[in-house]
């Protein structure tokens, strides 16, 4: 007897197109499968900062439970959303093969941005808005919660001149505006554009059939990041962005760590040959750490702690 497959997923629409998607490869594979969707605490705590909330993994915890319960065989995140460190039983199978990373603005006209008039731009995560006051001091950044329609309904209610997404997310559900910017200059979030699946380490079932859907340049390159991430011990709680690109078998990295106010950067950029990639992540971050990153990100802990 064949095993229907359980696929938990959040219950948004970006999450439902990206757990639909993996549904529809292993049914090309010859399996069967079923979506549960199940929301998720950050989907339900709207009206708080994610950073104030103090917890990492909030869009991943509800599915792990849910694993580790036994109510489903796979999860598929947003691999930006999940904790470097996985919980115990749980095991990261499948990294899909990477949409783009940047991100993009979308604006109710971009001329703002010659003007040295404050502006309004939202966004509810830390590393944009330490990035985007860096670039523009003078701007005012608000918080900005929910899931992609939810925020670009309230971009479209509040008197706001931008709000900044990541492109893959509204490419991928068709809701990307035809004048949106491109803000190649913004490192992205450790991961961002990939989508993640993770099993229970003991389930070879599942294990097996995921390893089909494994893309193994996206796989390097993300986890390249993700290890830069977790050497800075950053989380959600601080501005850190991360870019591993692999190309002509070398990987070009550049990665970031800001101040909360965007007023301090620590970047390192180095590439290296791929078949010498291992370790690469933890090396970069601990030349950040070197050059006054470790105070760097001493701070931001006791700025975090202030406000919990």
Not at 139 to 154: E, I, M, Q, S, Y
Not at 186 to 210: C, H, N, R, W, Y
Request: aromatic content about 4%.
């Amino acid at each position: 007897m064949s095993k229907i497959i359980r696929i938990g997923t959040r219950n948004s629409e970006l999450a439902l197109w990206q757990a639909t998607t993996v549904q529809q490869k292993l049914e090309a594979l010859g399996h069967d499968t079923t979506l549960i969707p199940i929301k998720a605490t950050g989907d339900q705590v709207l009206d708080k900062p994610l950073y104030e909330l103090g917890i990492t993994g909030i869009f991943t915890k509800t599915l792990d439970v849910a694993m580790l319960k036994g109510q489903i065989d796979i999860a598929v995140h947003s691999m930006k959303d999940v904790p470097t460190q996985l919980p115990d039983g749980i095991v990261q199978v499948a990294v899909l093969e990477r949409a783009v990373t940047h991100d993009i603005l979308v604006h109710k006209g971009a001329d703002f941005l010659e003007s040295d008039a404050s502006s309004t731009i939202a966004t509810g995560s830390l590393r944009r808005k330490a990035q985007w006051l860096n670039k523009y001091p003078h701007h005012k950044v608000v918080d900005l919660r929910g899931n992609v329609n939810t925020r670009l309904l309230k971009l479209i209610e509040n008197d706001w001149q931008g709000a900044i997404f990541a492109k893959a997310g509204l490419e991928r559900i068709k809701l990307l505006p035809k004048d949106a910017l491109s803000l190649d200059w913004m490192i992205p979030a450790p991961a961002q554009g990939a989508m993640l699946v993770v099993a229970m380490e003991k389930d070879g079932f599942s294990k097996e059939t995921l390893q089909k859907l494994n893309h193994k340049p996206s796989e390097i390159a993300t986890g390249i990041e993700r290890n830069f991430l977790r050497t800075l011990e950053g989380g959600c709680t601080a501005p850190i962005g991360a870019l591993a690109e692999i190309k002509d078998q070398t990987v070009y990295f550049d990665g970031v760590v800001f101040s909360l106010d965007g007023s301090q950067k620590i970047e390192v950029k180095k590439s290296i040959p791929l078949s010498k990639a291992q370790g690469f992540g933890q090396a970069c971050a601990k030349e950040v750490l070197a050059n006054g990153g470790d105070k760097l990100m001493e701070s931001i802990r006791n700025e975090n702690s202030a406000l919990h």
